[in-house]
């Protein structure tokens, strides 16, 4: 753990010192969860979100886009549940003054007990090898038998305390399992209390009768407001789909863990309308689809998880997490929820105008159904980031730290070296860089010597770089180094497009 937590540290120092992400207003000492993204941090982060967009809108005739506005009519949030029910339950401790969320910290305490039971089956699976029946040993081994009661009693305890607002059971929970500040140490807890998450302001001058109206604390209320604008100016046929990236706003209790949890922070999310019965096949589809795309960026498969919910929010009648193994261990990177008519039904209710769908194959009016794919752009920034991250030693005792970026991701595809300022090698080297900047984002750099010129490209995941010599001059041959392997071969200077685009090629299989 502590060597994760000092990866998680090396990563935020990496993400600053090569221009991904700095903590927002950074002279002031920043401000809490708010971050910037650099001048490579706002490349990675723009590739990223485009290969979502790709994979959703471009690889799917029936999915289109859509840019709602951040602010929305108050009502909007009324419908959605939100004003009355997204909050969080909030606990202080006494001694150490730290503000933590009351579920977390009972959710931390069952991860406890279900790390104890795997290390109890990996332990049993090592004993008995080939023989060893994983289902036996579950429902059979006293102390896993009896972890897993503790589990089901604490979730029977926990989830219906949620769904009743009932914040005194919540407090009574922690008491009862003696949880402590993972800090401090001390169990001198506050009452347990709700705290909406929204950010709200006013809208108009004062002498116009200015109204409160919220920073939008997720995009999909956007989508579902204008579905039947987009349905009839598109064309769409049930089923369909509308996708939008943009920024949500969240006044999050607990914000650590650097841009996994920020309180200003970006989504990507596609919103699926689906004929009322069916939304259970796509709420799967809609599940392998997903897992694929997170495949195809080329991070093992070991690196995620699915979480079926036990507990599903109010408008959901089912809803997994695909989880990733952040540095600070399996955490929620996307949510896929089955949100049946709840949304569109209340929109409904509170404006007063039909949104229905005539399903003219069986001649019926309804309200859709809905499966929502819904992902963090900050927290997939991070799991690309974290993953790419690698410390390597070299031949010689060098070391060095390469961003192993998938190249369709990396800021920069190609950068350009003159080995030296001198004999025409900046004008050669200038002249590849205006041939290949139209199709490619390139780097042109002349500075120190060409091993410290590729440390730094290393460093921002720059695939292949090329160094032009006194040879280009002669027979326009160049050196393309590539940055994995650090290979270096010799070739013609008109191939060097054709190598780039092929690395840059994405998998689209199963999206
Ligand atoms: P969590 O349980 O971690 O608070 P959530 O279940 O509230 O997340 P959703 O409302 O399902 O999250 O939002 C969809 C996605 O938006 C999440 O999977 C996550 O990637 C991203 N997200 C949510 N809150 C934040 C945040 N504060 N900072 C960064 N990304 C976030």
């Known amino acids: 753990m502590a060597q994760q937590q000092d990866l998680l540290k090396k990563i935020i120092a990496h993400a600053k010192e090569y221009g991904f992400v700095f903590p927002s207003s950074d002279i002031y000492d920043g401000l809490s969860a708010v971050y910037d993204y650099g001048p490579n941090g706002v490349e990675l982060k723009k590739n990223i979100r485009n290969y979502w967009w790709k994979a959703m809108v471009q690889m799917h005739e029936n999915i289109v886009g859509l ?51 795997n290390k109890e089956v990996a332990k049993a699976r090592k004993r008995f090898g080939d023989s060893f029946d ?9 102390r ?27 407090k009574q929970l922690i008491e009862d399992l003696g ?5 401090s140490g001390s169990k001198n807890w506050t009452e347990v209390r709700q705290f909406n998450l929204m ?23 956007g989508i579902f407001v204008n579905y039947l604008n987009v349905q009839k100016t598109s064309r769409m046929k049930i089923p369909f789909g509308i996708a939008q990236t943009g920024k949500a706003f969240r006044n999050e209790i607990v914000a650590r863990q650097f841009i996994f949890r920020m309180r200003e922070f970006e989504q990507m999310e596609m919103q699926f309308f689906v004929r009322p019965g069916t939304e259970m096949e796509w709420y799967k589809t809609w599940k392998e689809r997903r897992m694929n795309w997170h495949l195809s960026t080329g991070i093992p498969a070991e690196k995620f998880r699915f979480h079926d919910h036990d507990k599903l929010a109010h408008y959901a009648n089912a809803a997994a997490d ?9 955490k929620e990177l996307e949510g896929i929820h089955s949100r049946t008519n709840f949304d569109l039904g209340a929109h409904e209710k509170y404006s007063g105008k039909k949104l229905r769908y005539f399903d003219s194959e069986i001649n019926e009016s309804y309200v859709p159904y809905v499966i929502e794919t819904s992902i963090g752009l900050d927290r997939m920034f991070l799991a690309i980031l974290s993953n790419a991250y690698t410390e390597e030693e070299l031949e010689g005792g060098t070391q060095r730290v390469v961003m192993k970026l998938p190249p369709f991701l990396a800021p920069y595809k190609i950068a350009v070296f003159p080995l030296t300022k001198k004999d025409g090698l ?23 010597t060409i091993g410290k010129r590729y440390r730094r490209h290393d460093a921002i995941g720059t695939p292949y770089c090329v160094t032009v010599d006194h040879q280009t001059l002669e027979d326009n041959t ?30 689209t299989q199963g999206l």
Not at 75 to 103: C, E, M, Q
Not at 134 to 142: K, S, V
Not at 179 to 183: K, L
């Open 67 to 117: 840019d709602a506005a951040i602010f929305m009519h108050p009502t909007v949030w009324k419908a959605s549940g939100h004003v009355d029910a997204f909050s969080d339950p909030l606990i202080d401790n006494k001694d150490s003054k730290k503000r933590y969320r009351a579920d977390v910290l009972v959710e931390d305490y069952l991860a406890k007990i279900e790390a104890k039971t």
């Open 478 to 507: 160049v050196t393309l180094r590539e940055r994995d392997s650090m290979q270096q071969k010799r070739i013609p200077m008109n191939e060097i497009s054709g190598i780039v685009a092929q690395s840059l090629a994405m998998k």
């Open 199 to 221: 950010f709200s302001t006013q809208m108009g001058s004062t002498a116009d009768g200015a109204s409160e109206i919220y920073l939008r604390p997720e995009t999909a209320q």
């Open 144 to 170: 896993v038998v009896a972890n897993r009661q503790k589990t089901e009693e604490i979730k029977n305890r926990l989830y219906p305390a949620m769904d009743r607002s009932d914040m005194a059971a919540i």
């Open 179 to 183: 949880i402590a500040d993972p800090v």
């Open 134 to 142: 994983e289902q036996q040993f579950l429902e059979t081994n006293p």
């Open 426 to 448: 900046p004008e050669k080297a200038r002249e590849i860089m205006d041939g290949l900047k139209g199709d490619f984002m390139c780097f042109y750099e002349e500075k120190d």
């Open 322 to 330: 695909i989880e990733f193994e952040f540095p600070m261990g399996f």
